[in-house]
């Protein structure tokens, strides 16, 4: 017989109490320094016995040999250094799970009947894993195979636990997509229901932390008690995927054709508004109409930013089709070894939108400053051909009159 014993941060330690024999004895042991709760009390066949009965089970071809015995346990004493009674706990109303079953209860003491399964068996209280399955979520084909009260029985680390499917999930992350499947539960409701069948089995082995400061979680558990833990660091497994040759290769080119895009935008735009693809006729042609050097300068900036308008749309159309692209890229490279989960185009579209608007306020405060010097440059140009228009029509007055 062994005492499972929690202490306050959550570990269980077996106590070893003794054997019991065919007749009434006390069974006990000195507790250890600190403040502890009684998890469960745990019986084990003698190991002489587990050992013969396990040797006689692999010769014997008839079914596998088990005894069965019954005992009853109770009440549960502590006693101080005098002998004095400290507390006393009362067994009449626990539970027998595994190798043990509880026949009936009394006040204090609890009968019990115990089979040599080579499994132990746990005397404990009443857990709300008895009467409430554990809530999980599963793949769409474990949920399939579940019964129609979405009820299904499940082992874990060898121990059965009893869930309820309360919803489905497509995937999970770690999880290959040829694997037979996958259940997900809490991990305090998990490592209830698996220490109400075996105290301690509950204890977790492995831990996702998330936190905002990756650098000192990578120096806490590089020393101290935390030494011993594998660890594996998001960060760390994101700049190994940066430092890919495919992960380089595929930025460097969207890198290349944004600055050759941009360049050829703008050298563009400079031509076609302010260089050799400007028409001078047509702003001649609108002097002579009589349109003013404020009138020009609107009309170029209209211009200008028809153009800017029509540039940043096209490059969002080529960012798109870019990041797709690239996307492409990383999936062919992605052959040999297939991505999980599979790999989705995700648009920054918000940031497009906000480099977007940055050029075209860029584009309109260089194009307001262009279309100034622009116009104030024709209007300088028409005034002396308006002033020669003007004297020849004096001219032609004169004459007219004499």
């Known amino acids: 017989m062994t005492a499972d014993l929690r202490d306050a941060s959550g570990a269980v330690r077996g106590l070893r109490l003794g054997a019991a024999g065919p007749t009434a004895r006390t069974v006990g042991a000195r507790l250890p320094a600190g403040r502890w709760e009684v998890e469960a009390l745990e019986l084990d066949e003698p190991a002489g016995l587990a ?54 209860g009394g006040a204090q003491a609890a009968a019990i009947r115990f089979a040599t399964t080579g499994q132990p068996g746990v005397v404990r209280p009443v857990q709300p894993s008895d009467s409430r399955p554990l809530p999980v979520l599963v793949d769409p084909r474990t949920a399939g195979a579940a019964a129609g009260g979405r009820g299904i029985e499940l082992t874990v680390d060898g121990l059965p636990v009893f869930a309820r499917v309360v919803g489905v999930l497509r995937r999970f992350p770690t999880i290959a997509p040829d694997a037979a499947g996958f259940v997900v539960a809490d991990g305090d409701a998990l490592g209830a229901a698996l220490d109400a069948q075996l105290p301690g089995q509950g204890l977790a082995g492995e831990l996702w932390i998330s936190t905002r400061h990756p650098g000192r979680l990578a120096a806490a558990v590089r020393r101290g008690p935390l030494a011993g833990l594998g660890v594996s660091l998001r960060t ?40 050799s693809g400007r028409d001078p ?33 096209a490059g969002w159309a080529v960012a798109v089709f870019l990041t797709r692209l690239a996307v492409a890229a990383v999936r062919a490279a992605g052959t040999i070894a297939v991505p999980r989960p599979p790999l989705v185009t995700v648009v920054p579209w918000g940031e497009l939108a906000v480099w977007g608007l ?35 029509r004096a001219r032609s007055a004169r004459r007219g009159t004499v």
Do not use: K, Y
Not at 79 to 97: D, I, K, N
Not at 251 to 266: H, I, K
Not at 294 to 308: G, P, T, V
């Open 51 to 104: 050992a013969t009965n396990g040797h006689q089970n692999a010769e014997n071809v008839a079914a596998g040999t088990q005894f069965a015995a019954g005992l009853t346990v109770g009440p549960l004493t502590a006693l101080g250094r005098t002998g004095a009674r400290l507390e006393s706990v009362e067994l009449g109303g626990w539970r027998g799970v595994g190798a043990a079953g509880v026949t009936r």
């Open 236 to 275: 760390d497994v994101e700049r190994r995927l940066r430092a890919a040759p495919v992960a380089r290769a595929v930025v460097r080119t969207l890198f290349a054709a944004t600055v050759v895009s941009g360049g050829l935008a703008v050298l563009g735009l400079l031509v076609a508004l302010l260089g």
């Open 281 to 313: 006729a047509v702003e001649r042609d609108l002097v002579e109409l009589g349109v003013g050097p404020r009138a020009l300068r609107r009309e170029l900036l209209i211009r200008l930013m028809i153009c800017a308008v029509a540039g940043v749309v």
């Open 358 to 392: 940055v050029v075209l306020g860029a584009l309109g405060f260089a194009g307001l400053l262009a279309a100034r010097r622009a116009g104030s440059g024709s209007a300088a140009r028409s005034r002396p051909r308006g002033a020669g228009a003007a004297r020849r």
